[in-house]
T-cell receptor, first 114, second 115 residues
Framework: AQSVTQPDIHITVSEGASLELRCNYS??????LFWYVQSPGQGLQLLLKYFSGDTLVQGIKGFEAEFKRSQSSFNLRKPSVHWSDAAEYFCAVAPDPNDYKLSFGAGTTVTVRA | AAGVIQSPRHLIKEKRETATLKCYPIPRHDTVYWYQQGPGQDPQFLIS???????DKGSIPDRFSAQQFSDYHSELNMSSLELGDSALYFC??????????????FGPGTRLTVL
């Protein structure tokens, strides 16, 4: 079955430490891949996306993600976390070029401790 | 830059009542998507419209209907509301969904509470 999996429900990280959020997908072909961030009570903001080409993509707010076809993964990273990065992060896919609706993972909640 | 506008931002209804949520896409975006995010859940696709025609349908209850108007704004109508309909409803808009993939831009959401 097609799916998007975020194995970590909740991650706590110290301010200034590095952060990595995992995302795995299960689709027949490489889908379009996205990471969104949602602050409490807010909408979804796109951090970055991967369609093709360079497997390391840079996004906003200092985030980057690496696509690994062999592992069907698209993990999100940030070298040094700020307190304002506390939020919920969703990995999402658009399965193919003719299917534009997004399927989301369950989300990972990030808590930043001082 | 203009963003997706949703109204109202908050809505409280009683069970069995009707609710109407509105979405105003970014100018020149003719494609609208609706998503439902239950408490502690990931957003689930409900329905989408392109050029005023329904283009795709997800897990949308029969009690819900939606349409896109000539000015490309969209309305989600929800009847016979149930407690389980309490959720954050997102609208997203994009350029036409054909050819290269066009990014969806999300609105701030409408939080519906059914009492």
């Amino acid at each position: 079955a097609q799916s998007v999996t975020q194995p970590d429900i909740h991650i706590t990280v110290s301010e200034g430490a590095s952060l990595e959020l995992r995302c795995n997908y299960s689709y027949g072909a490489t889908p379009y891949l996205f990471w969104y961030v949602q602050s409490p009570g807010q909408g979804l903001q796109l951090l970055l996306k991967y369609f093709s080409g360079d497997t390391l993509v840079q996004g906003i707010k200092g985030f980057e993600a690496e696509f690994k076809r062999s592992q069907s993964s698209f993990n999100l990273r940030k070298p040094s976390v700020h307190w304002s990065d506390a939020a919920e992060y969703f990995c999402a896919v658009a399965p193919d070029p003719n299917d534009y609706k997004l399927s989301f993972g369950a989300g990972t909640t990030v808590t930043v401790r001082a | 830059a203009a963003g997706v506008i949703q109204s109202p931002r908050h809505l409280i209804k009683e069970k069995r009542e009707t609710a109407t949520l509105k979405c105003y896409p970014i100018p020149r975006h003719d494609t609208v998507y609706w998503y439902q995010q239950g408490p502690g859940q990931d957003p689930q696709f409900l329905i989408s419209f392109y050029e005023k025609m329904q283009s795709d349908k997800g897990s949308i209850p029969d009690r819900f209907s939606a349409q896109q108007f000539s000015d490309y704004h969209s309305e989600l109508n929800m009847s016979s509301l149930e407690l389980g309909d309490s959720a954050l409803y997102f609208c997203a808009s994009s350029l036409p969904p054909y050819g290269s993939y066009n990014e969806q831009f999300f609105g701030p959401g409408t939080r519906l509470t059914v009492l």
